[in-house]
């Protein structure tokens, strides 16, 4: 870990209110409709009578609505050891598994090119992580896109130890921190090599907590905000919890992952669906 840096606001920076006027010495008419009844009256006191206008104030939703702050680490993947087998665009960027994943980059691009993209499966084990991961590095290659990987599975938190670092700031903390604070800062790991930006979770800090789907929602919606184009989550699997359902909310569509020879065309369906339709962005076979 080295080399901790921060990424302002894009855009305009905070807003400063304006002070309220000075209080008036003078003994106050009454309301505002019997001055203008005094001005009618008195001619003298018309031509005295200034209308002032306060200045506006900014809404606490405009403020909402301001990019986040985001700090970040960077962290560069060991030299030392061969990196994770899943990290098919680094371990083998030439191969005929790697081309599928930017193929797959390009076929959801063609869907409304979809800012936050939910990737899922029917049942553990089907490949999700490995799509969502490489999906990300596809859409980040060569600088094309700023992308965010987001660990989304709070009971079986993976991407940490994928990229082989402890994350700073763990994601499941700082979404309780921020369901109350909204406007802090948030906290990612930057891979340079890999144009990637990851909020991970640390899975030693309190694993198989649930998903808060309200503070989930607010860092989706915070995040969504920053200096990405694209935010991809690594979800839990569909069947068997409510999770993915609770995310898809969050997120502008949902990429199912099947297994070749170990998916069921049965737990498909039945991820179908428990998913809503028009969420469902298409799915992605593994070999």
């Not at 894009?10 to 001005?39: E, F, M």
């Not at 405009?62 to 680094?90: F, G, W």
């Not at 999770?243 to 020879?261: E, H, M, T, Y």
Request: hydrophobic letters at 40%.
């Amino acid at each position: 870990m080295a080399d901790t840096k921060r990424f302002p606001p894009q855009g305009r920076g905070n807003p400063t209110s304006s002070a309220p006027p000075p209080a008036a010495t003078a003994r106050p008419a009454g309301p505002l409709t019997d001055l203008a009844d005094l001005a009618r009256k008195d001619p003298e006191l018309s031509r005295k009578t200034v209308m002032i206008q306060t200045p506006e104030r900014q809404s606490p939703m405009a403020v909402v609505q301001q990019p986040p702050q985001i700090d970040v680490v960077r962290h560069e993947l060991p030299e030392d050891m061969p990196p994770d087998r899943r990290l098919v665009l680094v371990r083998d960027s030439d191969s005929e598994r790697a081309a599928a994943f930017r193929v797959l980059r390009h076929h959801l691009l063609e869907r409304g090119r979809p800012k936050v993209v939910a990737v899922s499966s029917p049942r553990d084990r089907e490949g999700k992580t490995t799509t969502a991961v490489n999906l990300a590095l596809a859409l980040s290659e060569c600088g094309r896109a700023r992308v965010l990987l987001i660990d989304g599975n709070l009971r079986r938190p993976e991407l940490a130890g994928l990229f082989r670092f402890v994350p700073p700031w763990c994601f499941a903390e700082q979404l309780q921190v921020h369901r109350e604070q909204t406007l802090l800062p948030w906290g990612v790991v930057d891979i340079p090599t890999l144009h990637l930006h990851v909020a991970a979770i640390n899975p030693r800090r309190d694993p198989g907590r649930l998903l808060d789907a309200p503070a989930f929602a607010i860092a989706v919606e915070r995040l969504g905000l920053g200096p990405y184009d694209h935010l991809v989550i690594d979800c839990p699997s569909v069947l068997g919890s409510a999770d993915v359902n609770l995310i898809q909310d969050s997120a502008d569509g949902v990429l199912l992952v099947a297994r070749r020879k170990q998916s069921t065309g049965r737990d498909l369906k039945q991820a179908v669906e428990q998913l809503t339709p028009s969420k469902i962005l298409g799915t992605a076979l593994l070999e």
